[in-house]
């Protein structure tokens, strides 16, 4: 449904982020995409859905087709009609807006006479959405924010969602929580996600494929239930080491085998 | 009392003519972040524009009314495509820059086209007062009361309900995450750009329709900054109440300071409470200091 084929993203001219990186993603999938901090990831999501021009980034090689249609130079705005929605790291909920109003900025691309429709099926999915319908969106807490932004994606009714860190900053319960309704969106509303996580144990559970990268580049990939069980998954993104007895380790840390 | 009642009425109304002009200046330093020192000619290019249908092609005033609002309204959408358009991303000083040249350009437009001579419209409001509670109030004022308010009203309609409305107000407060939805924000500046000319536009033409109309009437331009910082930079509801606030106290200033000091008292009285409001409230009546969660 979505390749992504071989992209350089380039900062400022200068600073090259993503060096070659190609992903794969299937219909109906849950895809996710792991690495640490600076790894590329949020700058992967962004290429896809062309809001790279604000940060002042640019494609400078490789191509991303959506549907078999190139959508690696079509507007931000093009993407979203084509499909692909993408919920932001941090929320970024209207603060000055009120939760109704938020929802009807996600169905922007939307005809006006589905817009009714589309927020009743959001309220049926957050009833709490629909107590606060009226509150203005910055004063809600966090998990509140995190729902208000995936119904805004829910709005567009997206064949595709890209989703930044959704379980950044909230309580343990609340990712479950999250992570439910992404699980219940790919269910239900049949709808493809691609899943940029830190908290990878959650994401392996949830997905079912994932990427791992480092540095700008694709590492290692494959089922959810494989990386899972894969070894230096374990050491470095799940920090399952098992009964290690620390006596008997020596002092420098396991290397990363896929760097060699 | 009486003296009272009247300058409060023509407060309201000039107010009135303030709050739209500074809900056009406000749409676009929302929207788009750009101070625009062009506003007062924008109202002086829609006067001129009605001023000139309605006499040399004698069309009738509500018809000449309505073309002038399609007219400012294209031309401020080309305005944003033309010269804005490019600027995005520019330091703020460069916009303010142009927004001060575009001034002085459509000033001297105005001026070669149309001369420096006061024209007055043709009677459109007859001249009989009307008596209200023993005051007397010409008929003009009544309408642009009623235009204005009703103007009012069927934008903050627009801005709670409709979708585009709601759209821009998104842009206003995070330009990426409207983006990320699909939300064409350069289309949301040039929309802002060409409301706010248009409500420019139709202060300009009830204040022609008051006072006649010559170049001094973009004065009003600068006034639209004591309404905004009073009423808040970022606020449709601050712009409102500010632009009648200073309407109402500036008529009262000109009424009542005026005959003892020898005059100037009108004029000097709004930016006198634009420093008072920028030291003890910087953000103005309605501005937002920032929502902040706790």
Same mark, same amino acid.
């Given at each position: 449904?979505?390749?992504?084929?071989?992209?350089?993203?380039?900062?400022? =001219?200068?600073? +090259?982020?993503?060096?070659?990186?190609?992903?794969?993603?299937? #219909?109906?999938?849950?895809?996710?995409?792991?690495?640490?901090?600076?790894?590329?990831?949020?700058? &992967? +999501?962004?290429?896809?859905?062309? +809001?790279?021009?604000? =940060? =002042?980034?640019?494609? &400078?090689?490789?191509?991303? &087709?959506?549907?078999?249609e190139r959508i690696d130079r079509k507007d931000a705005a093009d993407i979203v009609k084509s499909g692909i929605f993408q919920v932001m790291e941090g929320r970024r909920v209207f603060k000055d807006l009120t939760?109704?109003?938020?929802?009807?900025?996600?169905?922007?691309?939307?005809?006006? !006479?589905?817009?009714?429709?589309?927020? =009743?099926?959001?309220?049926?999915?957050?009833?709490? +959405?629909?107590e606060r319908r009226n509150q203005v969106a910055g004063y809600m807490s966090g998990g509140e924010q995190q729902m208000l932004a995936i119904g805004r994606a829910l709005m567009a009714s997206p064949r595709m969602v890209l989703m930044d860190e959704p379980s950044l900053g909230? !309580?343990?319960?609340?990712?479950? #929580?999250?992570? !439910?309704?992404?699980?219940?969106?790919n269910e239900e509303e049949k709808t493809t996600i691609l899943l940029? #996580?830190?908290?990878?144990?959650?994401?392996?559970?949830?997905?079912?494929?994932?990427?791992?990268m480092e540095n700008g580049r694709i590492v290692l990939d494959g089922p959810s239930s494989e990386l899972k069980e894969n070894d230096d998954v374990k050491e470095f993104y799940l920090g399952v080491t098992g009964q290690k007895s620390f006596r008997e380790v020596k002092h420098y840390r396991r290397r990363k085998r896929w760097l060699s | 009392m009486e003296l009272f009642f009247q300058l409060v009425i023509t407060g309201i109304v000039i107010g009135s003519i303030y709050a739209l002009l500074a809900l056009g200046f406000t749409l676009i330093y929302k929207a788009t972040?750009? $101070?625009? @020192?062009?506003?007062?000619?924008?109202?002086?290019?829609?006067?001129?524009?009605?001023?000139?249908?309605?006499?040399?092609? *004698?069309?009738?005033?509500?018809?000449?009314? @309505?073309?002038?609002? $399609? @007219?400012?309204?294209l031309m401020g959408f080309c305005i944003e495509k033309i010269f804005l358009r490019r600027m995005i991303g520019e330091p703020i000083i460069s916009i303010i820059m142009l927004t001060i040249g575009l001034s002085s350009v459509l000033r001297a437009i105005v001026t070669i086209i149309w001369g420096t001579d006061t024209l007055t419209f043709p009677e459109v409001f007859s001249q009989a007062p009307i008596v209200v509670f023993g005051?007397?109030?010409?008929?003009?004022?009544?309408?642009?009361?009623?235009? %204005?308010?009703?103007?009012?009203?069927?934008?903050?309609?627009?801005?709670?309900? /409709?979708?585009?409305? %709601?759209?821009?107000?998104? $842009?206003?407060?995070?330009?990426?995450?409207?983006? /990320?939805?699909?939300?064409?924000?350069?289309?949301?500046?040039?929309?802002?750009?060409?409301?706010?000319? %248009?409500?420019?536009?139709?202060?300009?033409?009830?204040?022609? *329709?008051? *006072?006649? %109309? *010559?170049?001094?009437?973009?004065h009003f331009g600068l006034k639209v900054f004591p309404v905004v910082i009073l009423g808040g930079l970022d606020s449709i509801i601050g712009a409102i109440v500010g632009g009648l606030i200073i309407g109402i106290l500036e008529n009262l200033a000109g009424g009542y300071i005026d005959p003892l000091i020898g005059g100037g008292a009108k004029e000097l009285f709004p930016f006198v409470i634009m420093i008072v409001v920028l030291m003890i409230k910087p953000y103005g009546l309605f501005g937002t200091v920032e929502v902040e969660k706790v």
């Open positions: 449904m979505l390749n992504v084929n071989n992209i350089e993203v380039v900062y400022n =001219d200068v600073i +090259l982020v993503l060096k070659g990186l190609s992903l794969h993603v299937e #219909e109906g999938q849950v895809v996710a995409l792991l690495g640490s901090n600076g790894a590329g990831k949020s700058t &992967t +999501l962004k290429a896809v859905s062309g +809001l790279l021009r604000p =940060d =002042d980034g640019e494609i &400078t090689d490789g191509d991303i &087709t959506f549907m078999g939760v109704e109003e938020n929802l009807i900025a996600g169905a922007y691309t939307q005809k006006s !006479s589905t817009i009714k429709t589309n927020i =009743d099926r959001v309220y049926h999915y957050f009833p709490r +959405l629909q909230l !309580s343990p319960l609340l990712v479950k #929580e999250i992570f !439910s309704i992404i699980k219940m969106m940029v #996580e830190q908290n990878a144990n959650m994401a392996l559970s949830a997905s079912h494929y994932g990427y791992i | 972040d750009v $101070v625009n @020192f062009a506003q007062g000619e924008l109202l002086l290019v829609g006067a001129y524009i009605c001023l000139h249908t309605t006499v040399t092609y *004698n069309v009738p005033f509500i018809a000449a009314f @309505f073309l002038t609002l $399609v @007219f400012t309204f005051l007397s109030i010409s008929q003009v004022y009544i309408y642009s009361i009623f235009a %204005v308010a009703i103007f009012l009203g069927l934008f903050t309609i627009f801005f709670k309900k /409709s979708k585009v409305g %709601v759209a821009m107000r998104a $842009v206003a407060s995070d330009q990426q995450a409207a983006l /990320s939805m699909g939300i064409d924000v350069k289309r949301i500046f040039a929309l802002s750009w060409a409301i706010a000319a %248009v409500v420019s536009a139709v202060g300009g033409i009830f204040l022609a *329709n008051i *006072n006649g %109309v *010559n170049t001094s009437l973009s």
